[in-house]
């Protein structure tokens, strides 16, 4: 799950600019490589320039723990994470993008979380440290991903003098490769439209020649990469805001909903599915025949502080996946955004009831 580190934290600054730090081989227990020690050392120079023009950056640590390619018991956002709290870093200024395998994923995932930011907190501006010898490709794959959002990408490389000449030479013949490789029919760039997150995930799980690491660590499942409005960083109570534009960040090919409360919900979009018997049946066991990724579910809570005569329900969630006939939601309630829990156990914890399943409008824009 992509998340913040910090709890309990002042939140981050809104619209920062993001620093992101591309993970590279970290050790058995997480201690961080050359490489990766020289990444995190050029972004915090990065960070502290900004700071002293004023700014109010953001580091986002990226990268998984390629389990096919070597052993670690952590991922490398996560060991980049106990550096940066070794150096006393600001916690509230850490975001963890731990899945990643490789720069593609990296791309992908990255903008996969700036995209499903509340507008308030999307960064304004990316810098990309990186390698010398990955500027190319980190060029190539983060403006792609980046595309439309309105977002300026720049990279900033280690300084050359910093990288041992021979490595570099090596290196610069295997990227010479590998961005020929990107390009080529059948590669990431000709396969992914720019800016089209769900395609370039869609690539990972499907066609990338990791693939099968990707669906392992993804578990072909896009709620494992949802992050939207993340912990802390959207308006408690607003589950129906939260719901909307979670499924407009990850269901980009479907019609967006028509923003309301969660009790007009049902005015302004298409309701597909009404529970005859909530009393009785409050999760029908037909549910899941009736619910699709990307439908919102309307659900009665007893002990809603919102419930009215004329309300039928005053809580929303996102139906963000399914497992069998299990329905994994996302919610934002009275207590923050709750982490992936199938709708059986937020049911049996909360005592709800399903009241509804709705979709948006056709054609809605």
Not at 133 to 156: C, D, N, Q, W
Not at 182 to 207: C, D, H, M, Q, W
């Amino acid at each position: 799950m992509l998340k913040p580190v910090y709890r309990n934290e002042p939140p981050v600054p809104k619209n920062p600019v993001w620093i992101i730090v591309q993970g590279a081989k970290v050790g058995p227990r997480g201690k961080l490589s050359k490489s990766a020690s020289e990444r995190w050392n050029e972004a915090k120079r990065a960070y502290s320039e900004l700071v002293s023009r004023g700014e109010e950056p953001v580091m986002v640590l990226s990268g998984g723990r390629p389990f096919h390619r070597y052993s670690s018991t952590v991922s490398e956002a996560e060991a980049l994470k106990q550096a940066a709290l070794g150096d006393s870093f600001p916690g509230n200024r850490l975001l963890l993008e731990p899945h990643s395998l490789d720069s593609i994923g990296s791309a992908v995932l990255c903008a996969q979380l700036a995209k499903c930011m509340s507008p308030e907190y999307k960064p304004k501006r990316v810098i990309v440290v990186t390698s010398p010898y990955h500027v190319e490709r980190a060029t190539k794959l983060f403006k792609h991903m980046f595309f439309g959002s309105h977002v300026p990408v720049k990279i900033r490389p280690l300084p050359v003098a910093r990288v041992d000449a021979n490595f570099m030479k090596r290196m610069r013949e295997s990227e010479a490769l590998a961005n020929k490789r990107l390009t080529e029919p059948g590669g990431f760039l000709a396969s992914v439209r720019r800016g089209k997150v769900n395609e370039g995930i869609e690539y990972l799980t499907g066609s990338h020649d990791d693939r099968e690491a990707y669906s392992r660590v993804l578990d072909g499942d896009l709620s494992r990469l949802l992050p939207p409005l993340i912990e802390g960083w959207s308006e408690p109570s607003n589950c129906s805001g939260y719901a909307t534009r979670a499924a407009q960040a990850l269901f980009e090919h479907l019609p967006r909903y028509v923003r309301a409360n969660a009790w007009q919900l049902r005015d302004r979009n298409i309701v597909t599915y009404e529970n005859p018997n909530p009393d009785a049946e409050p999760l029908p066991s037909s549910l899941s025949r009736h619910v699709r990724p990307g439908n919102l579910i309307g659900i009665f809570m007893p002990n809603s502080p919102y419930n009215r005569d004329d309300r039928r329900y005053t809580h929303v969630v996102l139906a963000a996946a399914k497992k069998g006939k299990e329905i994994i939601i996302f919610q934002n309630n009275r207590h923050g955004v709750d982490s992936p829990m199938t709708l059986r156990e937020f049911l049996k914890i909360s005592g709800g009831k399903v009241i509804e399943v709705l979709a948006p409008p056709v054609g809605q824009a």
